[in-house]
């Protein structure tokens, strides 16, 4: 690691890895210059995806603290999407470029320190996005509000149906 060229993609590598929420390993052999450029802008402007060589992703995870890159994950020509972002709008925009292009291999990857295989990858890219899920909360969390706030009005309701009933009932018997 003598060179400074080396250190210092390795030292670019590890502050990107430190910096993102998740990364995912990608095998690109095949793909033109055109189809990178539309899987960039394919994953949004929270992930950026960076070919790197193997060797110094290895070093550069092991010194960003990352463990389980495996020797499988960091073989042939390597791409790493390091996700700053929501890693669900990721995981769907790697997998709908995989589908459209088949040529894209996705190898695994690592989220909040542990790794993740291709099949969790897609396990990950089916969920609904952060906003859908944050959406379906608030919209349960309303309706048992609003549950409540009828049960509490039922009683209420009952007793001024009651005293109408009874008035009703004088004014016929009158």
């Known amino acids: 690691m003598a060179r400074p060229d080396k250190a210092a993609a ?47 992703t290895k070093v550069a995870a092991r010194e960003a603290g990352i463990e389980g890159l495996d020797e499988t994950a960091l073989k042939g020509p390597s791409a790493i999407a390091f996700i700053k972002g929501d890693p669900v709008e990721a995981a769907k925009g790697l997998r709908d470029f995989a589908k459209a292009n088949p040529l894209l291999v996705i190898k695994g990857g690592v989220m909040e320190g542990k790794t993740l295989s291709p099949a969790d990858i897609t396990k990950l890219a089916d969920l609904e996005s952060r906003e859908v899920l944050l959406a379906k909360a608030a919209g349960a969390m309303k309706a048992s509000l609003a549950n409540a706030a009828a049960l509490f009005q039922a009683p209420l309701a009952k007793a001024v149906r009651t005293v109408d009933a009874l008035s009703a009932k004088k004014s016929a018997d009158a």
């Open 10 to 56: 390795v030292a670019e590598i590890a502050d990107h890895f430190r910096g993102s929420n998740a990364a995912v390993l990608t095998e690109y052999r095949g793909l033109t210059v055109a189809q990178l450029k539309e899987l960039r802008r394919a994953l949004g402007a929270t992930t950026d995806y960076a070919v790197v060589k193997n060797t110094l």
